[in-house]
């Protein structure tokens, strides 16, 4: 078992950054591929990025390329989302999910943690 625990959201003007996290249990976080996901008021789940068990290498949707970086720290059993340039489209509440391969899918990951929310104002 997996528990997730996102962190760090709340309210930023647009152009601004925020970093949110997600901090997991277990001793086999390394294991695991972690992605973030998106989900805005009347729209369904959205992938944003994810990332493999060690690290090496990332994937985003093309809507945060060169804005967004994932990022992981094995020994803090941590997940980061580091958000720049934000966009009032950014605004969604994040969700840090757990699973065996890097995926866009969502249905593919296993645990998922309770969301956080940002917002970002125009």
């Known amino acids: 078992q997996v528990q997730l625990v996102e962190s760090g959201g709340g309210l930023v003007q647009a152009g601004g950054s925020l970093r949110i996290l997600c901090a997991a249990s277990g001793r086999t976080f390394s294991s695991y591929a972690m992605a973030w996901f998106r989900q805005a008021p009347g729209k369904e789940r959205e992938f944003v990025t994810a990332i493999t068990g060690n690290g090496d290498y990332t994937y985003y949707v093309d809507s945060v390329k060169g804005r967004f970086t994932i990022s992981r720290d094995n020994a803090k059993n941590t997940v980061y989302l580091q958000m720049n340039s934000l966009k009032p489209e950014d605004t969604a509440v994040y969700y840090c999910?757990?699973?065996?391969?890097?995926?866009?899918?969502?249905?593919?990951?296993?645990?998922w943690g309770q969301g956080t929310q940002v917002t970002v104002s125009s």
């Open positions: 999910a757990a699973g065996p391969l890097v995926t866009p899918t969502p249905g593919i990951y296993e645990y």
